[in-house]
């Protein structure tokens, strides 16, 4: 209902430009500060990301695994934990480079984590791109651990599914996000988060 409100005055203001004979005009949030708020299509956007990225982090940093973490690093062992990045199968572009990095800037600020950056190992990272076209199967990634030389490994995927009836659609996009220790290929945490946007007439 907001949404189609929105439309709504969106629609009515261009009719009443167009009617003045003005043309269209280009803005920037700066100019138009609930720009972000209206969404543009079923696409797959940054609000979107950021919706399902601040549900799972903030479900893993107040976890089991994340207070037994803590409980580590109280006792002078801090865990050591590598990021892999995050598998894309929507049919959208998503920068999974830019969502590996915020998992791993809130890992190291907001966890008692020490942080591997796995990308400067140039073998490891072509092994582990070729792992994300696999399942994940958790004792391919603890193997993966092991050649790090880290405890934990975080890793994902955020996919989507769409129906079609008539000529409106539903699309519900998902942010899928494990932790598996790497000794025992046990899975510490996971958490599933979604949205779902639609054009409904």
Request: net charge negative; hydrophobic share 40%; with cysteine.
């Amino acid at each position: 209902m907001f949404q189609k409100t929105c439309w709504q005055v969106v629609c009515a203001a261009v009719v009443v430009v167009g009617a003045l004979g003005c043309s269209p005009t280009y803005v920037s949030d700066a100019d138009a500060p609930e720009l972000d708020s209206y969404t543009m299509s079923l696409r797959f956007d940054r609000k979107d990301l950021d919706r399902l990225y601040d549900d799972n982090i903030k479900e893993l940093l107040g976890s089991g695994i994340a207070k037994q973490w803590e409980r580590q690093a109280a006792m002078g062992k801090s865990p050591v934990l590598a990021v892999l990045p995050m598998r894309n199968e929507t049919s959208e572009h998503i920068q999974t480079d830019a969502l590996l990095s915020k998992f791993e800037t809130d890992l190291v600020n907001k966890s008692p984590a020490d942080v591997i950056e796995y990308r400067d190992q140039p073998n490891n990272m072509a092994e582990v791109r070729r792992q994300m076209d696999a399942n994940y199967d958790p004792n391919r990634v603890a193997q993966f651990g092991r050649q790090l030389g880290v405890q934990y490994i975080v890793t994902g995927k955020v996919y989507d599914v769409s129906e079609r009836v008539g000529d409106e659609k539903r699309v519900q996009y998902f942010m899928f996000v494990r932790v598996i220790e790497v000794e025992t290929s046990a899975i510490k945490f996971q958490n599933e988060s979604k949205i779902t946007k639609a054009l409904v007439r």
